[in-house]
């Protein structure tokens, strides 16, 4: 079973930045596109941002101009950087390829924004 490690959640306090890593499969990032998704508690997993092979990215509009995603090629790795952190971004954060139906997904990391 394909693993997808991700890292870097932690608790911060509101206006804060934290920097996620979610390291994936070589024979998998060489050849997809990467998305971050996030989940709080009692709501659907939401897709946060992709980034695509060339580096290009798009944003869902509650993460434009606060957060960045971006990947690095060489050690198979997709990075999400979360500045101006609000406690609504309270959640579990996680990456994704994009594959259609893709399902092995990882343990994730929990990001807490709080006072």
């Known amino acids: 079973q394909v693993q997808l490690v991700e890292s870097g959640g932690g608790l911060v306090q509101p206006g804060g930045s934290l920097r996620l890593s979610c390291l994936v499969p070589?024979?998998?990032?060489?050849?997809?596109?990467m998305s971050w998704y996030r989940q709080s508690t009692g709501k659907r997993r939401e897709w946060v941002a992709v980034?695509?092979?060339?580096?290009?990215?798009n944003y869902q509009d509650f993460a434009k101009g606060r957060f960045t995603i971006s990947r690095d090629n060489a050690k198979n790795t997709v990075y999400l950087q979360l500045t101006s952190l609000k406690p609504e971004d309270t959640a579990v954060y996680y990456c994704?390829?994009?594959?259609?139906?893709?399902?092995?997904w990882g343990n994730g990391t929990l990001v807490t924004v709080s006072s």
């Open positions: 980034v695509y092979r060339p580096g290009n990215a």
């Open positions: 994704k390829p994009g594959i259609s139906g893709w399902d092995s």
């Open positions: 070589g024979s998998i990032f060489s050849q997809y596109s």
